[in-house]
């Protein structure tokens, strides 16, 4: 599946595209990510957890990272297992910052691919309202961790861990009262 997503950071392009470099600190603002290797190549071992009603996945594997700092691009190719369930995952992401009304624009296109048991919620309209949430959850953890005082309270902020099923629930919700909005004609 495919999934594309712009946002809004409120900080400047380079600095922004700074934070993209350091890995472990974008890690720590992805809900459900851990990194637990550096190889010193670009590539980097670790693990992301998701936990959807009753089921929890979590894939371990690898990610090659590249980027271009003169178009401010960069490129992720990551798969990985989920041990317990059987599911595997796979995604390339390409991501480009340019500047926009005093911070920075961010566009995402990722391309996921997933088989095995965490198929059954690889929905793409409700992936996408997730991915949605998600993000703000790493727009805001980002934000935070770029108006730190110094670097030592930059490290202390972390994304909160992946709620799974108040994640769905609050998608879910979202959707039915807009619905519902249309359906009464308060939009």
Known sequence: ?????????????????????DVASVAQCMPGAELTDNHGDGSYTGSVSVRLGPMTARFEGRATITADP????????????DRRGGSRGN???DYAL?????GTMVKVDADITISGTAAQFGRTGLLNQITQRLIQQFVDCLEAKLEAENPEDAAAIEADDVKGISLVASTVGSSVAKGAKKLLGRD
Request: aromatic residues 10%; without cysteine; proline residues 2%.
């Open 1 to 21: 599946m495919k999934i594309t997503q712009e946002f809004q950071v409120a900080g400047a392009p380079a600095n922004v595209f700074g934070f993209f470099q």
């Open 70 to 81: 003169d178009a401010m691009t960069g490129n992720i190719i990551g798969k990985g297992v």
């Open 91 to 93: 995604v390339a992401v």
């Open 98 to 102: 340019a500047a926009s009304d005093g």
